[in-house]
Protein backbone atom coordinates (compact mmCIF):
# COMPACT_ATOMS: atom_id res chain seq x y z
CA UNK A 1 0.00 0.00 0.00
CA UNK A 2 3.06 2.48 0.48
CA UNK A 3 5.13 1.69 -1.81
CA UNK A 4 1.38 2.42 -4.23
CA UNK A 5 0.87 5.29 -2.83
CA UNK A 6 4.41 6.46 -3.21
CA UNK A 7 4.00 5.15 -7.34
CA UNK A 8 1.18 7.31 -7.13
CA UNK A 9 2.87 10.76 -5.62
CA UNK A 10 5.61 9.96 -7.66
CA UNK A 11 3.46 9.98 -10.48
CA UNK A 12 1.50 13.00 -9.98
CA UNK A 13 4.69 14.82 -9.70
CA UNK A 14 5.94 13.30 -13.25
CA UNK A 15 3.17 14.77 -14.82
CA UNK A 16 5.42 18.40 -13.95
CA UNK A 17 8.35 17.00 -15.21
CA UNK A 18 10.67 18.77 -17.98
CA UNK A 19 11.54 16.30 -20.83
CA UNK A 20 13.88 19.05 -22.03
CA UNK A 21 15.55 20.80 -19.46
CA UNK A 22 18.54 21.96 -21.65
CA UNK A 23 17.71 25.12 -23.08
CA UNK A 24 16.63 26.37 -19.96
CA UNK A 25 18.78 29.32 -18.48
CA UNK A 26 21.02 29.68 -21.94
CA UNK A 27 22.16 33.70 -21.45
CA UNK A 28 22.59 33.29 -16.91
CA UNK A 29 26.03 31.36 -16.28
CA UNK A 30 24.93 28.64 -14.71
CA UNK A 31 27.45 26.01 -14.80
CA UNK A 32 27.73 24.48 -11.49
CA UNK A 33 31.23 24.85 -9.22
CA UNK A 34 30.27 21.44 -6.86
CA UNK A 35 27.77 19.05 -6.82
CA UNK A 36 24.85 19.28 -4.20
CA UNK A 37 24.14 16.35 -2.03
CA UNK A 38 21.08 15.17 -4.16
CA UNK A 39 20.14 12.74 -1.28
CA UNK A 40 19.07 16.16 1.06
CA UNK A 41 16.27 16.19 -1.75
CA UNK A 42 14.84 12.91 -1.97
CA UNK A 43 13.51 10.67 0.26
CA UNK A 44 15.82 9.14 3.60
CA UNK A 45 15.47 6.49 4.96
CA UNK A 46 14.76 6.44 8.65
CA UNK A 47 13.85 10.41 8.77
CA UNK A 48 10.08 11.74 10.09
CA UNK A 49 8.46 11.26 6.48
CA UNK A 50 11.59 10.30 4.63
CA UNK A 51 12.20 14.45 4.88
CA UNK A 52 15.67 16.15 5.45
CA UNK A 53 14.95 17.41 8.89
CA UNK A 54 16.44 20.95 7.59
CA UNK A 55 13.67 20.88 4.46
CA UNK A 56 11.16 20.18 7.22
CA UNK A 57 12.23 22.95 9.10
CA UNK A 58 12.16 25.45 6.42
CA UNK A 59 8.92 24.32 5.26
CA UNK A 60 7.73 25.22 8.32
CA UNK A 61 9.38 28.24 9.16
CA UNK A 62 7.58 29.42 5.49
CA UNK A 63 4.33 28.10 6.45
CA UNK A 64 4.46 29.94 9.57
CA UNK A 65 5.32 33.46 7.68
CA UNK A 66 2.34 32.53 4.95
CA UNK A 67 0.29 32.11 8.21
CA UNK A 68 1.40 34.91 10.13
CA UNK A 69 0.52 37.00 6.46
CA UNK A 70 -3.11 35.49 6.52
CA UNK A 71 -3.86 36.20 9.81
CA UNK A 72 -2.79 39.77 9.28
CA UNK A 73 -4.74 39.71 6.24
CA UNK A 74 -8.21 38.67 7.33
CA UNK A 75 -8.33 40.89 10.03
CA UNK A 76 -6.72 43.88 8.09
CA UNK A 77 -9.88 45.44 8.73
CA UNK A 78 -9.87 45.67 12.56
CA UNK A 79 -6.20 47.10 11.72
CA UNK A 80 -7.55 49.58 9.10
CA UNK A 81 -10.47 50.91 11.90
CA UNK A 82 -7.86 51.19 14.68
CA UNK A 83 -5.97 53.21 12.22
CA UNK A 84 -8.56 55.18 11.07
CA UNK A 85 -9.86 56.43 14.90
CA UNK A 86 -7.80 56.15 16.99
CA UNK A 87 -4.16 56.68 14.92
CA UNK A 88 -5.54 59.24 11.87
CA UNK A 89 -8.18 61.06 14.09
CA UNK A 90 -6.01 63.00 15.87
CA UNK A 91 -3.23 64.36 12.89
CA UNK A 92 -4.70 66.91 10.21
CA UNK A 93 -3.47 67.98 6.59
CA UNK A 94 -0.83 65.79 4.22
CA UNK A 95 0.64 63.87 7.45
CA UNK A 96 -3.12 62.78 7.87
CA UNK A 97 -3.34 62.05 3.68
CA UNK A 98 -0.08 60.65 3.54
CA UNK A 99 -0.30 57.75 6.16
CA UNK A 100 -3.85 57.26 5.30
CA UNK A 101 -2.67 56.29 1.64
CA UNK A 102 0.30 54.27 2.59
CA UNK A 103 -2.15 52.19 5.05
CA UNK A 104 -4.51 51.63 1.86
CA UNK A 105 -1.58 50.48 0.09
CA UNK A 106 -0.42 47.94 2.15
CA UNK A 107 -3.70 46.82 2.54
CA UNK A 108 -4.74 46.75 -0.95
CA UNK A 109 -7.23 48.97 -0.88
CA UNK A 110 -7.60 51.64 -3.43
CA UNK A 111 -5.26 54.59 -3.02
CA UNK A 112 -6.93 58.18 -3.96
CA UNK A 113 -4.36 60.28 -4.64
CA UNK A 114 -3.19 61.94 -8.64
CA UNK A 115 0.11 60.68 -8.71
CA UNK A 116 -0.54 57.01 -7.75
CA UNK A 117 -3.40 57.11 -10.35
CA UNK A 118 -0.82 58.69 -12.97
CA UNK A 119 1.77 56.57 -11.94
CA UNK A 120 -0.73 53.25 -12.74
CA UNK A 121 -1.52 54.76 -16.53
CA UNK A 122 2.45 54.75 -17.31
CA UNK A 123 2.47 51.38 -15.59
CA UNK A 124 -0.13 49.90 -18.37
CA UNK A 125 1.66 51.26 -20.88
CA UNK A 126 5.09 49.92 -19.59
CA UNK A 127 3.27 46.64 -18.99
CA UNK A 128 1.42 46.97 -22.28
CA UNK A 129 4.51 47.59 -24.55
CA UNK A 130 7.23 45.69 -22.65
CA UNK A 131 6.75 42.51 -24.33
CA UNK A 132 7.74 43.69 -27.35
CA UNK A 133 11.31 44.37 -26.10
CA UNK A 134 11.72 40.85 -24.92
CA UNK A 135 10.17 39.90 -27.95
CA UNK A 136 12.84 41.77 -30.42
CA UNK A 137 15.71 40.88 -27.77
CA UNK A 138 15.00 37.35 -28.12
CA UNK A 139 14.76 37.80 -32.21
CA UNK A 140 17.86 39.69 -32.42
CA UNK A 141 19.38 36.80 -29.70
CA UNK A 142 18.22 33.47 -31.53
CA UNK A 143 15.49 32.58 -28.99
CA UNK A 144 11.72 32.52 -28.48
CA UNK A 145 9.79 34.86 -26.28
CA UNK A 146 12.32 34.37 -23.70
CA UNK A 147 15.96 33.83 -24.00
CA UNK A 148 15.88 29.91 -22.46
CA UNK A 149 14.25 28.63 -25.51
CA UNK A 150 17.33 28.78 -28.24
CA UNK A 151 16.05 28.88 -31.83
CA UNK A 152 16.98 25.65 -34.12
CA UNK A 153 19.38 27.32 -36.62
CA UNK A 154 16.94 25.82 -39.64
CA UNK A 155 13.96 27.76 -38.34
CA UNK A 156 15.27 30.68 -36.61
CA UNK A 157 14.76 33.07 -39.62
CA UNK A 158 10.86 32.75 -39.50
CA UNK A 159 10.35 32.71 -36.02
CA UNK A 160 12.83 35.68 -35.40
CA UNK A 161 10.65 37.67 -38.52
CA UNK A 162 7.01 36.58 -36.62
CA UNK A 163 8.30 37.62 -33.40
CA UNK A 164 9.45 41.20 -34.85
CA UNK A 165 6.08 41.18 -36.90
CA UNK A 166 4.27 40.41 -33.41
CA UNK A 167 6.47 43.44 -31.66
CA UNK A 168 5.34 45.95 -34.21
CA UNK A 169 1.41 44.84 -33.52
CA UNK A 170 2.09 45.27 -29.80
CA UNK A 171 4.10 48.57 -30.11
CA UNK A 172 1.91 50.12 -32.32
CA UNK A 173 -1.29 48.66 -30.42
CA UNK A 174 -2.72 46.69 -33.28
CA UNK A 175 -5.23 44.21 -33.11
CA UNK A 176 -4.74 43.13 -29.68
CA UNK A 177 -6.82 40.38 -29.52
CA UNK A 178 -4.96 38.79 -32.21
CA UNK A 179 -1.34 39.29 -30.43
CA UNK A 180 -3.06 38.19 -27.12
CA UNK A 181 -3.82 34.67 -29.52
CA UNK A 182 -0.73 34.90 -30.86
CA UNK A 183 1.08 35.30 -27.15
CA UNK A 184 -0.60 32.18 -25.76
CA UNK A 185 -0.07 30.04 -28.73
CA UNK A 186 3.37 30.21 -28.66
CA UNK A 187 3.01 29.84 -24.93
CA UNK A 188 1.70 26.25 -25.85
CA UNK A 189 3.93 25.36 -28.88
CA UNK A 190 6.71 25.87 -25.92
CA UNK A 191 5.62 22.84 -24.49
CA UNK A 192 7.17 21.10 -27.45
CA UNK A 193 10.10 21.49 -25.60
CA UNK A 194 9.45 20.49 -22.14
CA UNK A 195 7.27 22.17 -19.31
CA UNK A 196 10.25 23.50 -17.65
CA UNK A 197 10.56 26.04 -21.04
CA UNK A 198 7.02 26.69 -20.72
CA UNK A 199 7.08 27.57 -17.12
CA UNK A 200 9.56 29.78 -17.26
CA UNK A 201 7.55 32.01 -20.06
CA UNK A 202 4.79 31.84 -18.00
CA UNK A 203 4.91 35.43 -16.59
CA UNK A 204 4.53 36.37 -20.30
CA UNK A 205 1.30 34.93 -20.76
CA UNK A 206 0.03 37.47 -18.50
CA UNK A 207 0.46 40.14 -21.14
CA UNK A 208 -1.30 37.38 -23.57
CA UNK A 209 -4.39 37.60 -21.45
CA UNK A 210 -4.55 41.54 -21.17
CA UNK A 211 -4.20 42.00 -25.11
CA UNK A 212 -7.14 39.18 -25.26
CA UNK A 213 -8.76 40.85 -22.84
CA UNK A 214 -8.70 44.42 -25.33
CA UNK A 215 -11.22 45.45 -27.82
CA UNK A 216 -10.15 44.96 -31.79
CA UNK A 217 -10.05 48.71 -32.43
CA UNK A 218 -7.36 48.68 -29.76
CA UNK A 219 -5.20 51.32 -32.29
CA UNK A 220 -7.60 53.96 -31.74
CA UNK A 221 -7.39 53.50 -27.56
CA UNK A 222 -5.16 55.18 -25.01
CA UNK A 223 -5.68 52.22 -23.15
CA UNK A 224 -4.12 53.24 -19.72
CA UNK A 225 -5.94 51.42 -16.79
CA UNK A 226 -6.95 48.26 -15.88
CA UNK A 227 -10.28 46.93 -14.97
CA UNK A 228 -10.99 44.51 -12.40
CA UNK A 229 -11.41 41.75 -14.02
CA UNK A 230 -7.92 42.00 -16.21
CA UNK A 231 -6.52 43.01 -12.89
CA UNK A 232 -7.58 40.19 -11.40
CA UNK A 233 -6.09 37.85 -14.16
CA UNK A 234 -2.94 39.18 -14.79
CA UNK A 235 -2.56 39.14 -10.92
CA UNK A 236 -3.82 35.48 -10.68
CA UNK A 237 -1.41 34.17 -14.09
CA UNK A 238 1.33 36.21 -12.90
CA UNK A 239 1.29 34.73 -9.10
CA UNK A 240 0.65 31.18 -10.42
CA UNK A 241 3.94 31.86 -12.98
CA UNK A 242 6.01 32.58 -9.75
CA UNK A 243 4.53 29.83 -7.71
CA UNK A 244 5.24 27.46 -10.58
CA UNK A 245 8.71 28.75 -10.89
CA UNK A 246 9.77 28.49 -7.09
CA UNK A 247 8.36 24.61 -7.35
CA UNK A 248 10.62 24.00 -10.69
CA UNK A 249 13.57 26.07 -8.59
CA UNK A 250 13.59 23.44 -5.80
CA UNK A 251 13.08 20.63 -8.50
CA UNK A 252 15.92 21.35 -10.75
CA UNK A 253 18.14 21.72 -8.02
CA UNK A 254 21.55 21.95 -9.81
CA UNK A 255 20.75 24.56 -12.19
CA UNK A 256 19.50 26.81 -9.01
CA UNK A 257 22.63 26.71 -7.49
CA UNK A 258 24.70 26.66 -10.60
CA UNK A 259 23.09 30.07 -11.03
CA UNK A 260 24.39 31.08 -7.57
CA UNK A 261 27.34 29.57 -8.27
CA UNK A 262 27.89 32.35 -10.93
CA UNK A 263 26.35 34.65 -8.87
CA UNK A 264 27.18 33.96 -5.04
CA UNK A 265 26.24 37.47 -4.00
CA UNK A 266 22.64 36.52 -4.46
CA UNK A 267 22.94 33.75 -1.80
CA UNK A 268 23.13 36.74 0.44
CA UNK A 269 19.26 37.86 0.10
CA UNK A 270 18.19 38.92 4.06
CA UNK A 271 14.61 37.02 3.54
CA UNK A 272 16.32 33.65 1.95
CA UNK A 273 18.24 33.45 4.83
CA UNK A 274 15.80 34.20 7.38
CA UNK A 275 14.32 30.85 6.19
CA UNK A 276 17.69 28.75 6.13
CA UNK A 277 18.30 30.51 10.05
CA UNK A 278 19.42 27.25 12.55
CA UNK A 279 20.07 24.78 9.67
CA UNK A 280 22.93 22.91 9.58
CA UNK A 281 25.61 24.64 8.25
CA UNK A 282 26.80 21.89 6.19
CA UNK A 283 24.49 22.53 4.11
CA UNK A 284 24.38 25.79 3.40
CA UNK A 285 24.03 25.29 -0.68
CA UNK A 286 21.38 23.05 -0.35
CA UNK A 287 19.13 24.77 2.46
CA UNK A 288 19.48 27.94 0.17
CA UNK A 289 18.32 26.60 -3.08
CA UNK A 290 15.25 25.49 -0.98
CA UNK A 291 14.48 28.81 1.20
CA UNK A 292 15.28 30.50 -2.61
CA UNK A 293 12.74 28.20 -4.14
CA UNK A 294 10.05 28.53 -1.37
CA UNK A 295 10.39 32.10 -1.05
CA UNK A 296 9.73 32.24 -4.52
CA UNK A 297 6.55 29.61 -3.74
CA UNK A 298 5.49 31.89 -0.96
CA UNK A 299 5.45 35.51 -2.88
CA UNK A 300 3.80 33.84 -5.83
CA UNK A 301 1.24 32.51 -3.56
CA UNK A 302 0.34 35.41 -2.34
CA UNK A 303 0.33 37.28 -5.48
CA UNK A 304 -1.74 34.86 -7.24
CA UNK A 305 -4.10 34.86 -4.17
CA UNK A 306 -4.18 38.48 -3.89
CA UNK A 307 -2.92 38.67 0.03
CA UNK A 308 -1.23 41.83 0.48
CA UNK A 309 -0.33 42.11 -3.04
CA UNK A 310 0.93 45.33 -2.96
CA UNK A 311 3.36 44.65 -0.41
CA UNK A 312 4.39 41.00 -1.96
CA UNK A 313 4.41 43.00 -5.65
CA UNK A 314 6.37 45.30 -3.86
CA UNK A 315 9.21 43.26 -3.08
CA UNK A 316 8.91 41.28 -6.13
CA UNK A 317 9.77 44.75 -8.19
CA UNK A 318 12.95 45.28 -5.75
CA UNK A 319 14.32 41.54 -6.52
CA UNK A 320 13.53 41.87 -10.16
CA UNK A 321 15.01 45.35 -10.37
CA UNK A 322 18.11 44.02 -8.22
CA UNK A 323 18.43 40.83 -10.32
CA UNK A 324 18.68 43.00 -13.57
CA UNK A 325 20.78 46.39 -12.56
CA UNK A 326 23.28 44.71 -9.95
CA UNK A 327 23.53 41.01 -10.15
CA UNK A 328 23.33 39.89 -13.31
CA UNK A 329 23.27 42.89 -15.21
CA UNK A 330 22.19 43.22 -19.19
CA UNK A 331 21.58 39.17 -19.11
CA UNK A 332 18.80 39.57 -17.41
CA UNK A 333 17.26 42.36 -19.51
CA UNK A 334 13.95 40.46 -19.89
CA UNK A 335 12.97 41.08 -16.60
CA UNK A 336 11.53 44.37 -17.79
CA UNK A 337 9.05 42.74 -18.70
CA UNK A 338 7.31 41.53 -15.10
CA UNK A 339 8.77 44.55 -13.79
CA UNK A 340 5.82 46.13 -15.91
CA UNK A 341 3.36 43.46 -14.98
CA UNK A 342 3.95 43.92 -11.51
CA UNK A 343 3.92 47.56 -11.52
CA UNK A 344 0.69 47.68 -13.28
CA UNK A 345 -1.04 45.47 -10.59
CA UNK A 346 0.67 46.92 -7.61
CA UNK A 347 -0.59 50.45 -9.10
CA UNK A 348 -3.97 49.41 -9.41
CA UNK A 349 -6.71 50.11 -7.50
CA UNK A 350 -9.01 47.67 -7.83
CA UNK A 351 -7.42 44.79 -6.34
CA UNK A 352 -9.05 41.76 -4.18
CA UNK A 353 -8.34 38.86 -2.57
CA UNK A 354 -9.47 35.11 -3.79
CA UNK A 355 -10.86 34.04 -0.69
CA UNK A 356 -14.24 35.75 -0.58
CA UNK A 357 -16.42 32.91 1.47
CA UNK A 358 -13.57 32.98 4.31
CA UNK A 359 -13.63 37.22 4.57
CA UNK A 360 -17.70 36.78 4.45
CA UNK A 361 -17.67 34.56 7.44
CA UNK A 362 -14.72 36.83 9.18
CA UNK A 363 -17.54 39.43 8.34
CA UNK A 364 -20.14 37.99 10.35
CA UNK A 365 -18.32 37.66 13.25
CA UNK A 366 -17.45 40.70 13.68
CA UNK A 367 -19.68 42.33 15.80
CA UNK A 368 -19.04 39.32 18.07
CA UNK A 369 -17.49 36.48 19.23
CA UNK A 370 -13.86 37.72 19.32
CA UNK A 371 -12.43 34.74 20.08
CA UNK A 372 -14.34 32.28 18.01
CA UNK A 373 -13.41 34.99 15.03
CA UNK A 374 -9.67 35.07 15.81
CA UNK A 375 -9.78 30.98 16.49
CA UNK A 376 -11.34 30.55 13.05
CA UNK A 377 -9.07 33.25 11.28
CA UNK A 378 -6.00 31.37 13.33
CA UNK A 379 -7.05 28.04 12.07
CA UNK A 380 -7.59 29.58 8.88
CA UNK A 381 -4.38 30.88 8.16
CA UNK A 382 -2.09 27.90 9.01
CA UNK A 383 -4.14 25.32 6.87
CA UNK A 384 -4.08 27.30 3.77
CA UNK A 385 -0.27 27.81 4.71
CA UNK A 386 0.63 23.87 5.50
CA UNK A 387 -1.68 22.76 2.33
CA UNK A 388 0.25 25.48 0.15
CA UNK A 389 3.65 24.34 0.87
CA UNK A 390 4.10 21.37 3.18
CA UNK A 391 2.70 17.98 0.81
CA UNK A 392 3.95 19.62 -2.46
CA UNK A 393 7.79 19.55 -0.81
CA UNK A 394 6.66 16.24 0.10
CA UNK A 395 5.89 14.78 -2.98
CA UNK A 396 9.15 16.45 -4.30
CA UNK A 397 11.19 14.34 -2.76
CA UNK A 398 9.77 11.17 -4.39
CA UNK A 399 10.81 12.55 -7.78
CA UNK A 400 13.16 11.40 -10.42
CA UNK A 401 15.73 14.28 -11.37
CA UNK A 402 17.95 12.12 -13.51
CA UNK A 403 16.52 13.33 -16.64
CA UNK A 404 17.54 16.64 -16.21
CA UNK A 405 21.42 16.07 -16.04
CA UNK A 406 20.91 13.89 -19.78
CA UNK B 1 -13.92 57.91 -34.40
CA UNK B 2 -13.56 54.69 -32.66
CA UNK B 3 -16.84 53.28 -33.36
CA UNK B 4 -18.47 50.53 -31.23
CA UNK B 5 -15.68 48.60 -29.12
CA UNK B 6 -15.76 45.20 -30.04
CA UNK B 7 -14.57 42.40 -27.49
CA UNK B 8 -12.98 39.33 -28.96
CA UNK B 9 -15.04 35.99 -27.91
CA UNK B 10 -13.22 33.36 -26.16
CA UNK B 11 -13.86 30.92 -28.60
CA UNK B 12 -12.30 33.85 -31.12
CA UNK B 13 -9.14 34.18 -28.76
CA UNK B 14 -8.92 30.26 -28.66
CA UNK B 15 -9.40 29.45 -32.32
CA UNK B 16 -6.67 31.69 -33.05
CA UNK B 17 -4.89 30.42 -30.17
CA UNK B 18 -5.08 27.14 -31.59
CA UNK B 19 -4.26 28.30 -35.32
CA UNK B 20 -1.23 29.72 -33.87
CA UNK B 21 0.05 26.71 -32.20
CA UNK B 22 -0.72 24.56 -35.62
CA UNK B 23 1.35 27.27 -37.43
CA UNK B 24 4.40 27.22 -35.48
CA UNK B 25 4.02 23.39 -35.10
CA UNK B 26 3.95 23.54 -39.12
CA UNK B 27 7.22 25.75 -39.01
CA UNK B 28 9.22 22.92 -36.61
CA UNK B 29 8.03 19.79 -38.52
CA UNK B 30 8.80 21.59 -42.03
CA UNK B 31 12.33 22.49 -41.46
CA UNK B 32 13.15 20.67 -38.11
CA UNK B 33 12.44 17.18 -39.39
CA UNK B 34 15.52 16.23 -37.02
CA UNK B 35 13.93 17.31 -33.86
CA UNK B 36 10.97 14.99 -34.87
CA UNK B 37 13.07 11.65 -34.87
CA UNK B 38 12.76 10.74 -30.92
CA UNK B 39 15.43 10.66 -28.33
CA UNK B 40 19.43 10.05 -29.36
CA UNK B 41 20.18 6.51 -27.37
CA UNK B 42 22.69 6.58 -24.57
CA UNK B 43 25.87 5.11 -26.19
CA UNK B 44 27.09 1.71 -25.11
CA UNK B 45 29.46 2.02 -22.22
CA UNK B 46 31.73 -0.09 -23.26
CA UNK B 47 32.53 2.13 -26.28
CA UNK B 48 34.47 4.98 -24.57
CA UNK B 49 34.74 6.86 -27.96
CA UNK B 50 31.44 7.69 -30.33
CA UNK B 51 31.85 9.83 -32.95
CA UNK B 52 29.14 11.89 -34.62
CA UNK B 53 28.86 12.24 -38.26
CA UNK B 54 26.84 14.39 -40.22
CA UNK B 55 26.53 12.61 -43.05
CA UNK B 56 26.34 8.26 -42.47
CA UNK B 57 23.56 7.92 -45.23
CA UNK B 58 24.13 4.28 -46.12
CA UNK B 59 26.71 1.21 -46.00
CA UNK B 60 28.63 3.17 -48.85
CA UNK B 61 28.98 6.12 -46.14
CA UNK B 62 29.81 3.75 -43.32
CA UNK B 63 32.20 1.78 -45.27
CA UNK B 64 34.27 4.80 -46.10
CA UNK B 65 34.39 5.83 -42.58
CA UNK B 66 35.31 2.32 -41.46
CA UNK B 67 38.52 2.78 -44.04
CA UNK B 68 39.03 6.45 -43.00
CA UNK B 69 39.07 5.01 -39.30
CA UNK B 70 41.31 1.75 -39.67
CA UNK B 71 43.95 3.72 -40.88
CA UNK B 72 45.01 4.42 -37.55
CA UNK B 73 46.83 1.72 -36.18
CA UNK B 74 44.65 1.41 -32.74
CA UNK B 75 41.66 1.72 -34.68
CA UNK B 76 42.74 -1.47 -36.94
CA UNK B 77 40.38 -4.01 -35.68
CA UNK B 78 38.31 -2.22 -33.25
CA UNK B 79 34.87 -2.70 -32.91
CA UNK B 80 32.75 -0.44 -34.61
CA UNK B 81 29.24 0.07 -34.39
CA UNK B 82 26.44 2.12 -35.72
CA UNK B 83 24.03 3.02 -32.76
CA UNK B 84 20.25 3.24 -34.24
CA UNK B 85 19.43 0.52 -36.41
CA UNK B 86 20.60 -0.45 -39.66
CA UNK B 87 21.43 1.71 -42.20
CA UNK B 88 20.17 1.18 -45.69
CA UNK B 89 22.44 -0.27 -48.07
CA UNK B 90 23.15 2.26 -51.18
CA UNK B 91 20.97 1.36 -53.93
CA UNK B 92 17.96 2.13 -51.27
CA UNK B 93 19.82 5.15 -50.28
CA UNK B 94 19.85 5.99 -54.21
CA UNK B 95 15.79 5.96 -54.24
CA UNK B 96 15.36 7.00 -50.48
CA UNK B 97 13.62 10.29 -50.15
CA UNK B 98 14.55 13.43 -48.01
CA UNK B 99 15.15 12.07 -44.10
CA UNK B 100 14.58 13.70 -41.03
CA UNK B 101 18.23 13.10 -40.38
CA UNK B 102 21.51 12.28 -42.57
CA UNK B 103 23.73 11.48 -39.83
CA UNK B 104 24.58 8.62 -37.08
CA UNK B 105 26.04 7.74 -34.02
CA UNK B 106 29.37 5.52 -34.37
CA UNK B 107 30.41 3.98 -31.26
CA UNK B 108 34.24 2.66 -31.32
CA UNK B 109 35.47 0.10 -28.77
CA UNK B 110 38.74 1.08 -27.95
CA UNK B 111 40.98 -1.64 -26.17
CA UNK B 112 43.45 1.47 -24.78
CA UNK B 113 42.66 4.77 -24.54
CA UNK B 114 45.74 5.82 -24.18
CA UNK B 115 46.32 5.22 -27.91
CA UNK B 116 43.63 7.58 -28.83
CA UNK B 117 44.80 10.68 -30.57
CA UNK B 118 41.96 13.01 -31.54
CA UNK B 119 43.78 14.95 -34.08
CA UNK B 120 44.96 11.97 -35.91
CA UNK B 121 41.08 10.53 -35.94
CA UNK B 122 39.95 14.07 -37.41
CA UNK B 123 42.34 14.24 -39.94
CA UNK B 124 41.88 10.77 -40.81
CA UNK B 125 38.39 11.41 -41.17
CA UNK B 126 39.14 14.43 -43.39
CA UNK B 127 41.21 13.16 -45.28
CA UNK B 128 38.49 10.58 -46.70
CA UNK B 129 36.20 13.35 -47.22
CA UNK B 130 34.27 13.33 -44.09
CA UNK B 131 34.34 15.23 -40.51
CA UNK B 132 32.92 14.17 -37.19
CA UNK B 133 30.83 16.80 -36.18
CA UNK B 134 31.42 15.35 -32.23
CA UNK B 135 33.66 13.68 -31.02
CA UNK B 136 32.29 12.28 -27.40
CA UNK B 137 34.65 10.20 -24.88
CA UNK B 138 33.81 9.03 -21.97
CA UNK B 139 34.40 5.93 -19.52
CA UNK B 140 36.96 7.51 -16.82
CA UNK B 141 35.73 9.63 -14.36
CA UNK B 142 39.10 11.70 -13.89
CA UNK B 143 41.17 12.27 -16.99
CA UNK B 144 43.16 14.92 -18.84
CA UNK B 145 43.97 15.56 -22.48
CA UNK B 146 47.62 16.63 -23.60
CA UNK B 147 47.72 18.20 -26.76
CA UNK B 148 51.22 19.14 -28.09
CA UNK B 149 51.21 22.16 -30.25
CA UNK B 150 54.28 23.30 -32.97
CA UNK B 151 54.61 27.03 -31.47
CA UNK B 152 54.47 27.86 -27.83
CA UNK B 153 57.23 30.63 -28.09
CA UNK B 154 56.63 32.69 -25.22
CA UNK B 155 54.90 33.87 -22.23
CA UNK B 156 52.02 35.16 -23.65
CA UNK B 157 51.28 32.19 -26.26
CA UNK B 158 51.20 29.87 -22.95
CA UNK B 159 48.94 32.64 -21.42
CA UNK B 160 46.80 32.44 -24.60
CA UNK B 161 46.41 28.73 -24.16
CA UNK B 162 45.79 28.58 -20.45
CA UNK B 163 43.14 31.46 -20.92
CA UNK B 164 40.91 28.49 -23.20
CA UNK B 165 38.35 28.13 -20.38
CA UNK B 166 37.16 31.85 -20.63
CA UNK B 167 37.11 31.52 -23.75
CA UNK B 168 33.86 28.64 -23.33
CA UNK B 169 32.29 31.13 -20.71
CA UNK B 170 32.25 34.33 -23.30
CA UNK B 171 30.21 32.02 -25.38
CA UNK B 172 27.74 30.92 -22.62
CA UNK B 173 26.64 28.36 -24.55
CA UNK B 174 27.39 25.23 -22.49
CA UNK B 175 30.98 24.70 -24.59
CA UNK B 176 33.88 23.66 -22.65
CA UNK B 177 31.65 23.12 -19.95
CA UNK B 178 33.40 20.13 -19.05
CA UNK B 179 37.18 22.37 -18.82
CA UNK B 180 38.21 22.70 -15.37
CA UNK B 181 41.76 24.27 -16.46
CA UNK B 182 44.79 24.29 -18.76
CA UNK B 183 48.26 24.38 -18.01
CA UNK B 184 50.99 25.39 -21.00
CA UNK B 185 54.51 24.00 -20.69
CA UNK B 186 56.86 26.08 -23.10
CA UNK B 187 59.71 23.55 -23.56
CA UNK B 188 58.07 20.96 -24.40
CA UNK B 189 55.23 22.81 -26.20
CA UNK B 190 52.63 20.81 -24.13
CA UNK B 191 49.30 22.29 -23.13
CA UNK B 192 47.69 20.00 -21.08
CA UNK B 193 43.85 20.40 -20.62
CA UNK B 194 42.37 19.52 -16.71
CA UNK B 195 38.62 17.92 -17.19
CA UNK B 196 36.57 18.31 -13.90
CA UNK B 197 35.33 14.89 -12.61
CA UNK B 198 32.62 13.38 -14.64
CA UNK B 199 29.32 11.63 -13.43
CA UNK B 200 29.11 8.33 -14.15
CA UNK B 201 28.42 7.90 -18.42
CA UNK B 202 28.46 11.36 -18.34
CA UNK B 203 30.69 12.69 -21.97
CA UNK B 204 32.63 14.97 -23.16
CA UNK B 205 32.89 16.34 -26.54
CA UNK B 206 36.28 16.92 -27.43
CA UNK B 207 35.40 18.58 -30.98
CA UNK B 208 34.92 21.90 -28.78
CA UNK B 209 38.42 21.68 -27.50
CA UNK B 210 40.15 21.08 -31.09
CA UNK B 211 37.49 24.02 -32.12
CA UNK B 212 38.64 26.45 -29.43
CA UNK B 213 42.60 25.49 -30.51
CA UNK B 214 41.80 26.66 -33.95
CA UNK B 215 40.19 29.54 -32.75
CA UNK B 216 43.05 30.78 -30.12
CA UNK B 217 45.57 30.20 -32.84
CA UNK B 218 47.42 26.98 -31.56
CA UNK B 219 45.94 23.73 -33.43
CA UNK B 220 47.35 21.08 -31.70
CA UNK B 221 49.14 18.08 -33.57
CA UNK B 222 48.69 15.54 -31.40
CA UNK B 223 45.58 15.25 -28.52
CA UNK B 224 45.87 12.09 -26.08
CA UNK B 225 43.96 11.13 -22.98
CA UNK B 226 45.90 10.68 -19.86
CA UNK B 227 44.69 8.59 -16.99
CA UNK B 228 46.87 8.63 -13.77
CA UNK B 229 49.15 10.94 -11.65
CA UNK B 230 50.37 14.35 -12.81
CA UNK B 231 53.77 15.66 -12.62
CA UNK B 232 54.39 18.34 -10.42
CA UNK B 233 55.04 21.08 -12.93
CA UNK B 234 51.93 20.43 -14.80
CA UNK B 235 49.69 21.01 -11.33
CA UNK B 236 47.25 24.04 -12.10
CA UNK B 237 48.44 27.12 -10.36
CA UNK B 238 44.94 28.50 -10.06
CA UNK B 239 41.58 26.68 -11.40
CA UNK B 240 40.58 28.86 -14.72
CA UNK B 241 37.03 27.78 -14.30
CA UNK B 242 36.69 29.99 -10.85
Known amino acids: ?406 | MTGKIKLATSAQVLAMAVAWLAACLGIDYTFNRHLWAGAVEAPPVSSPLSLRINHLCCTGCLDDVRKALEELPWLKDAPMKVRKGRLRTQEQADVAGPAGDYGGWLDIAVSSIGQIDFVALDQALRARGFVAAQMQFGGPRHFRLEGHVRHLCCGMCRDAAERMPELGKTRQIGRLRWLDSVTGERSSAKVVFHARYLEPNERIDVSELLGAMDEIGLPPFTLKVVVGAEQANLLPASPAGS
Open chain 1, 1 to 406: MRARFRYGIGAGVLLLVPRLALAHERFIKHDMKRHLQDGFFLQQAGKPFGMDPNMVQIGLLVTLVLSGFFFVWFLRETLDEFLRYKVLASLRGGLQRGLHNLASFVMDKPVRSAWFYAAGEWSVILFLRSPALVLMYSATNDSLVMPSYPLEPSSALYFKFLQVFLAILILTQTLLPLCGAIVIGTWFYLFRWGPLVAIDALPVVTAGILYAMSPWQSHKLAITRLNAEQTRWVRIVLGFGFFVLGWAKIYNHDLTIGVADNYPQIMNDPLVGFFAFGTNPSLRRETWVMSFGLAEVMSGFMLMTGIFTRVWGGIMLWVFTKLMLVDFGWDEIPHIYPIGAVLAVITSNHLRAEFHPLERIERGMRSGAHVQRFALVAAASVAIAFLTVMPMLYALTFTDRSMLRQ
